[in-house]
């Protein structure tokens, strides 16, 4: 098998990458094509750290075989998230936007769809929070009045 190097410009740490899984990100795929980027060259990456640089590309390794029948129908559903991808998704969410970010800037647009997902999912787990909080946490919803009833909430 082919590979390539993927440096993050943070540091030394030099990731070995199959070609064919480093493909599956658009700008890397320009470059191995357009600039003969191939086999043993190093590609240094600028702007994203090696933590979230490796994260990309391993789920990318994980993914390089999906049928793109597969990858159109997940993208396409909002509900069906694929098991190992909840797993490795399952990451605070400033993390996930890095990740999202350094998808989205290497071009891999299925993990950018699955991060979008995730977010979508914590935003809206959030939003339903609040919401409890808002109405009081009991179901039902709360007034609160004019007057001087130092703020207390009167159900309706």
């Given at each position: ?18 070609i ?9 795929r320009?470059?191995?094509?357009y600039?003969?980027?191939g ?6 990456i ?7 640089l490796?994260?990309v ?7 390089k075989?999906?049928p793109?029948?597969?990858a ?14 909840c ?9 996930l936007?890095d ?14 769809n ?17 919401f ?8 039902q ?16």
């Amino acid at each position: 098998m082919d590979y390539i190097m993927i440096q993050a410009n943070d540091d030394n740490y030099v990731l070995m990458v199959e070609i064919e899984t480093a493909r599956m990100s658009k700008y890397i795929r320009c470059l191995i094509d357009y600039f003969k980027m191939g086999n043993g060259k190093i590609i240094i990456i600028h702007g994203i750290d090696r933590r979230v640089l490796a994260n990309v590309f391993r789920w990318c390794e994980y993914h390089k075989n999906d049928p793109p029948s597969l990858a159109c129908q997940i993208l396409m559903s909002v509900k069906v998230i694929d098991p190992w991808d909840c797993d490795f998704l399952s990451m605070d969410n400033k993390s996930l936007y890095d990740l999202l970010v350094a998808a989205k800037c290497l071009g891999v647009s299925g993990l950018v769809n699955i991060c979008c997902k995730i977010l979508k999912i914590h935003v809206d787990d959030v939003r339903d929070n609040e919401f409890i909080n808002l109405n009081g946490g009991d179901g039902q919803s709360h007034q609160i009045l004019p007057g001087n009833h130092d703020d207390e909430a009167i159900p309706q």
